[in-house]
């Protein structure tokens, strides 16, 4: 007897799972453009202010907000953004022949459907986790890069 879609133990929470795990992954590509677009455009802003002639104390803390912002950018496209290919999820097919292919959809069960769905789920999560670990990291990078900006803009006021 075979079991329904809808028998089988868990399958609309690990379903539900990989929906929210997907949409997290989505969630972060928005999230990185909006960073990267900002480091960029501060960093436009600093290298104007790097020509000009301003007293050694705003060249430091201009340098060092530039810095900062550098390594947010780098952080965000090496971290995030940049592809990481494995052996599961789409990439699992670019391995296989079309033979393989068709024998691993024919010959997958129930449980060998939700095995491969646990599997997914789980890297996608760590997937997930790394990318707004890093996600952290930029943005702390970001707001020092910020704060450094406006203590150089103040600094020159006064000077």
């Given amino acids: 007897m075979s079991t329904s879609r809808t028998q089988v ?20 590509d ?12 501060i960093l436009a802003f600093l290298v104007t202010q790097a020509g000009a002639d301003n007293p050694w104390p705003v ?15 780098v952080l965000l496209l ?20 079309g033979d393989e292919v068709r024998r691993a959809l024919l010959t997958c069960s129930e449980y060998g459907e939700q095995a491969h769905q646990t599997t997914e789920l789980i ?5 997930a986790r790394t990318k707004y ?11 020092t890069g910020l704060v450094l900006t406006f203590a150089a803009l103040v600094a020159g006021v006064l000077a």
């Fill in 9 to 28: 133990p868990g399958r609309a929470l690990l379903e539900g799972e990989l929906l929210a795990v997907r949409g997290e992954l989505a969630r972060i």
């Fill in 59 to 73: 060249k430091v803390l201009l340098v060092s907000a530039g810095l900062a912002l550098a390594a947010a950018a």
């Fill in 123 to 127: 890297v996608l999560s760590r997937l």
């Fill in 30 to 41: 928005t999230k990185v453009a909006t960073l990267t677009s900002l480091a960029g455009a």
């Fill in 133 to 143: 670990q890093a996600v952290q990291r930029a943005v702390d990078l970001l707001t």
């Fill in 78 to 97: 090496t971290q995030v953004l940049r592809p990481r290919l494995g052996t599961t999820g789409f990439c699992r097919w670019a391995f296989m022949t």
